[in-house]
């Protein structure tokens, strides 16, 4: 790979530390989320980090998340 002087190496300053994600989606993307989740984990994998898991939420537009009370409650626990 070739890097230039302004692309820093953030493989080195990543290792050890966690990769989580946060999603929205809408019913029926299972397939899809799978392999974002699976690219996610791997990839935390690759740079050394501890794969912390993923927070998802059903909605399509901005605050449609906030009507799923699943994710709702999953969010207020996610991080202790």
Do not use: I, Y
């Amino acid at each position: 790979m070739v890097r230039t002087a302004f692309e820093p190496d953030l493989s080195q300053a990543v290792v050890g530390g966690a990769r989580v994600a946060f999603s929205g989606h809408r019913v029926g993307d299972g397939v899809l989320l799978h392999v974002l989740l699976r690219f996610r984990c791997n990839s935390a994998a690759c740079l050394g980090m501890r794969w912390g898991g993923a927070l998802l939420g059903n909605g399509t537009r901005p605050g449609d998340v906030r009507s799923d009370t699943e994710a709702v409650a999953r969010a207020k626990t996610f991080f202790s």
